[in-house]
């Protein structure tokens, strides 16, 4: 995918590299379970992808590296950085999956169990404010992680940048991106875990080089993502409804 788009261009006039990567699988996605603010450790299929990553992004000169708080991107990004002594892990919460609330630990067929209205919210293209209930809303989750990608651009205004955080917040960045808005588009925008994609950002345009590249793992026989997506199960529960 190699794509440019001048729907959004650099903060700070600079000239920055980002490779916006997910952290490694986990129980979580092996289960089909919401981990958005559950600091849920990478399993051993999740350790296995870190290290064939790093492996694969060795001879990238990066300026800096960055991950959330949450142990599966930070365990990440420091497999990544054992290949790179001289670039310190900076940890930035605001790069922290949403916030499932209620929803956290369970399985994605409790949205259409135990939460009906909320899995047609999520299906409803119209409703413009979606909150997880204990947890975070769309909007409060798109506005933090935009702040931090802005505040990143700006720091790092002529520089090559690793974010290791998780699909929720890469899905955000691209949609910042590429001026999209539609929850279709947030969904279309689901990475693999541990892939990678490599986005230029300018003065005067945003190139897509790269998006999910897991050619790494498919290599390796380890390219796996066994979940339902929440849209899948939100449209699972529009069409139960629609039976009754």
Same mark, same amino acid.
């Not at 259409?112 to 409060?140: C, F, H, M």
């Not at 925008?189 to 986005?199: G, H, R």
């Given at each position: 995918?190699?794509?440019?788009? @001048?729907?959004? /261009? ?11 990567? !997910? ?7 092996? %289960? ?13 299929i999740?350790? !296995? ?7 694969c %992004?060795? @001879? /990238? ?37 949403? @916030?499932?609330? @209620? ?32 947890? #975070? ?11 931090? %990608?802005?505040r ?7 520089? !090559? /940048? ?9 899905? +955000? ?9 539609? !929850? ?17 950002? +300018? ?5 897509? /080089? ?9 290599? #390796? ?7 339902l997506?929440?849209? #899948? ?12």
């Amino acid at each position: 995918m190699d794509h440019e788009t @001048d729907a959004f /261009v650099h903060p700070a006039g600079g000239d920055t590299t980002l490779y916006l990567i !997910r952290h490694g699988q986990t129980i979580a996605n092996s %289960l089909s379970q919401y981990a958005g603010s559950w600091d849920v450790a990478l399993n051993d299929i999740g350790r !296995r992808q870190a290290e064939v990553l790093a492996e694969c %992004l060795r @001879d /990238v000169a990066f300026d800096a590296a960055i991950s959330s708080q949450l142990s599966r991107a930070k365990d990440t990004a420091e497999a990544i950085l054992r290949y790179h002594p001289g670039v310190s892990l900076e940890v930035d919460r605001d790069f922290a999956e949403w @916030d499932f609330g @209620d929803l956290e630990g369970k399985e994605f067929q409790s949205l259409v169990t135990e939460y009906p209205e909320l899995a047609r919210q999520l299906q409803n293209p119209k409703a413009e404010i979606v909150a997880w209930p204990g947890g #975070e809303s769309n909007v409060d989750f798109k506005r933090r992680v935009d702040r931090g %990608l802005d505040r990143l651009l700006s720091k790092y205004y002529h520089n !090559r /940048v690793a974010i290791v955080t998780h699909g929720g917040v890469i899905s +955000t960045f691209m949609l910042h991106l590429t001026g999209k808005t539609s !929850r279709e588009d947030f969904f279309r925008f689901s990475p693999s875990n541990c892939s990678i994609s490599e986005i230029h950002v +300018t003065a005067s345009a945003t190139q897509i /080089v790269r998006w999910n590249d897991v050619l790494h793992l498919e290599s #390796e026989g380890i390219h796996e993502d066994p979940y339902l997506t929440t849209r #899948e199960m939100a449209r699972k529960g529009a069409r139960q409804e629609g039976d009754e």
